[in-house]
Nanobody
């Protein structure tokens, strides 16, 4: 079992940056599939960025070149650096992990992009 806690959300102006953090309650060294989803009001949850096997990364098309996912296995942390933020990035961002076919989710952190 693993518990995930997100932090780093907030209000930012268009064009600004935020760095989201996801703290895991145990070692993530063996967890290949981790990443971030987001859910905007009235919309379905969508995958934003994730690690695949071999620790490769993949991104949703609208965030490519603006968002960067990274991880620090020694600290049991996953990050999402978000640059050039747009109003349409406004959503609750969720960290997730899949370990032994079980999905784990954090409670989310709100990101609001507005002037």
């Amino acid at each position: 079992q693993v518990q995930l806690v997100e932090s780093g959300g907030g209000l930012v102006q268009p064009g600004g940056s935020l760095r989201l953090s996801c703290a895991a309650s145990r070692s993530i060294f063996s967890i290949d599939n981790m990443g971030w989803y987001r859910q905007a009001p009235g919309k379905e949850r969508e995958l934003v960025a994730r690690f695949t096997s071999s620790h490769r990364t993949m991104y949703e098309d609208s965030v490519k070149g603006r968002f960067t996912i990274s991880r620090d296995n020694a600290k049991n942390m996953v990050y999402l650096q978000m640059d050039s933020l747009k109003p349409e990035d406004t959503a609750v961002y969720y960290c997730y992990a899949i370990s032994r076919a079980i999905s784990y989710w954090g409670r989310g952190t709100q990101v609001t992009v507005s002037s």
